[in-house]
């Protein structure tokens, strides 16, 4: 993969410190711990990175960015992994990458992402009937508050940004 | 004060967070500041963006820059969402480093006849009221002082991380002028800069929890949390009966957005700071407001 070895030069000055494992507020959770999840990337072991939950479990918190004695962008290479799995749909992931996905898909047809088909899109992707159940809480106290409705996905309108985002795949490929 | 910014409200400050979009406009408008929106401004891709791709996340940060140096390029663009802020900020760093992502974003914008030649400064919310508006003149302007209210001021990460700014990113302390010239006292914490889990909260809710227990737990004895980012707003108000639920013990605390607070000690009703939309308001804190602000019962 093209991604990961330009992911291994990112993270090439890498001295297994671990001063990213100290700082991230999810570590506990994570069944690699940051610095091995990097020394896997400089290993080439690309198989027990997509076999880890690690990289789904950063939640942009930017502390091991911040405090990287290499100066690495630790973040950034997180969110990479995040992009190859949501890429490669794989199926371990998804419940992370349609995620994001559908907000990215919102985003498309209206240019602003609207909360209600967000979740919509999440749901139907997900095709989980048991999974909007998770959500119903935080949902009715929204719908009470008027803060957000339930909104039946809705066609690309004016507004839409799909020359943006054909423009930027174009790149993407190209490259 | 005279000054003008372009602002950004985001996607969320349009539905979930609408009661920061409405406090900021309002506390703005008692400051005699004025805010113009960025004509039809777009998502800035939050955290999903990066997650899918990252050239996508600077394509959508570079088109609103590119609108908001069209409509006024000496203004400083104004954003209150900590996603928002850092992910137009990105942009303006990125590409002044990146030759070759500048280009990339020229070809995209092209294709809309915009472009970015000298855009205005992205600057967050809490920047401006503490450098350019100053505890100083909140001060001046505050004719309700909020006395005897407690307060743990909660920074989150995207406004402080990566980019230092305007305030030591590890241990920040920028609201705490803005909150005694309302008058309230702030408590020290250990969890005001610490992260609130963001969008884990729907993809690992176990995980997230776990982080907003420890914030809720620490604010105990304060009276309220006060937030700069409806995401940290969000976690922090939103599942306080289930988290309560885990810890064993009763963690139900305030949330206010800090233009909430800032409103009520410049007079402003609680109406016209929407209180009424805020998911944690305690029964507490609401006496308490009555009583500080002399209020009528059926306001809060």
Request: net charge neutral.
């Amino acid at each position: 993969m093209d991604e990961m070895i330009k992911l291994k030069e990112m993270l090439n000055p890498c001295i297994q410190c671990g001063t990213c494992t100290a700082s991230c507020p999810n570590e506990v959770d994570m069944d690699l711990v940051p610095r091995k999840l990097w020394r896997m990337v400089l290993m080439d072991r690309n198989e027990a990175i997509f076999d880890s939950q690690t990289f789904t479990l950063c939640s942009s918190c930017y502390l091991c960015t911040l405090r990287c004695p290499r100066g690495l962008p630790l973040t950034a290479a997180m969110a990479k992994l995040k992009a190859i799995a949501a890429k490669s749909d794989l199926a371990k992931y998804r419940k992370s990458t349609r995620f994001y996905k559908s907000f990215m898909e919102s985003v498309r047809r209206h240019g602003r992402v609207r909360e209600g088909e967000f979740m919509a899109l999440y749901f139907l992707s997900m095709k989980n009937p048991l999974l909007p159940l998770s959500f119903v809480s935080l949902g009715m106290q929204m719908m009470r508050k008027n803060k957000v409705a339930f909104e039946l996905p809705a066609k690309p309108g004016t507004g839409n940004l799909d020359r943006l985002f054909k423009k930027v795949a174009e790149i993407e490929e190209g490259l | 004060m005279n000054h003008t910014y372009s602002y950004f409200p985001g996607c969320s400050l349009s539905g979930s967070a609408m009661e920061y979009d409405l406090s900021t406009r309002a506390v703005m408008e008692r400051l005699g500041i004025t805010l113009t929106e960025i004509n039809d401004w777009n998502c800035c891709g939050a955290t999903a963006v990066e997650a899918v791709s990252s050239l996508l996340g600077s394509a959508l940060g570079a088109r609103n820059l590119a609108l908001a140096e069209r409509m006024d390029p000496s203004s400083d663009i104004l954003v209150p969402c900590s996603a928002c802020y850092l992910n137009l900020k990105k942009v303006e760093m990125e590409r002044r480093e990146d030759p070759e992502l500048a280009k990339n974003l020229d070809t995209i914008l092209g294709e809309e006849n915009l472009a970015i030649n000298n855009p205005p400064g992205v600057r967050h919310l809490l920047d401006i009221l503490v450098n350019d508006i100053t505890p100083d003149t909140l001060l001046e302007n505050t004719t309700r002082p909020l006395t005897g209210l407690k307060i743990a001021p909660y920074y989150g990460c995207q406004c402080l991380r990566p980019y230092a700014v305007f305030d030591d990113p590890e241990a920040p302390t920028s609201m705490e002028g803005l909150i005694k010239a309302c008058g309230a006292e702030v408590i020290g914490w250990e969890m005001a800069a610490r992260c609130c889990g963001a969008s884990n909260m729907s993809t690992k809710p176990e995980t997230a929890k776990k982080l907003v227990q420890k914030i809720l737990m620490d604010a105990r004895g304060a009276d309220a949390i006060v937030t700069v980012c409806p995401m940290c707003q969000l976690n922090l108000e939103g599942f306080q009966k289930g988290i309560s639920r885990d810890a064993g013990t009763d963690l139900a605390i305030s949330v206010l957005y800090l233009p909430q607070l800032m409103g009520l000690a410049l007079g402003l009703d609680p109406s016209e700071v929407k209180l009424d939309k805020n998911l944690a308001l305690t029964p507490a804190l609401k006496e308490k407001l009555i009583s500080i602000l002399s209020l009528k019962v059926n306001c809060v």
